[in-house]
């Protein structure tokens, strides 16, 4: 979106709208800009949020499974929980093939798993996005 597009959709004029704009980043009220990729234009278009538990959570297991989830292409969000599951995990594969076949060997593969529990979205109602 342009300055003249914000400050329209504002009320503003353009210059008092970008002096606002810049002074909410120096306050670090906004903290950056996000471009939004469209996974079918990549060929990853197939979503699963899948929920996992670790058979430990000392320190050396829950960083590298961690480091190794964050290295992996197909891991799009990943968040460590409070409670259970242990972790949040949202991944793009190409469809329900490739995500077998890295569920199988990439995640179901690793050490540190003890259980994977996989959803499917059936309809996405509200996004960030």
């Given at each position: 979106m342009t300055n003249q597009e914000l400050a329209d959709r504002v009320g503003l004029t353009p210059a008092p709208c970008l002096r606002r704009v810049r002074r909410?980043?120096?306050e670090g009220v906004i903290t950056g800009y996000t471009a939004l990729v469209n996974p079918a234009a990549?060929?990853?278009d197939f979503e699963v949020i899948i929920y996992a538990d670790l058979v430990a959570k000392d320190l050396a297991t829950v960083a590298s499974f961690e480091e190794r989830l964050v290295a992996m292409d197909e891991v799009v969000e990943l968040r460590r929980?409070?409670?259970i599951p242990d972790y949040f995990i949202r991944v793009q594969t190409a469809g329900l093939a490739a995500y077998e076949q890295w569920l199988s060997i990439k995640l179901m593969g690793?050490?540190?798993i003890a259980r994977v529990d996989s959803r499917l979205t059936m309809k996405l109602l509200k996004s960030r996005r």
């Open positions: 909410l980043e120096a990549l060929g990853r929980m409070f409670g690793d050490p540190a």
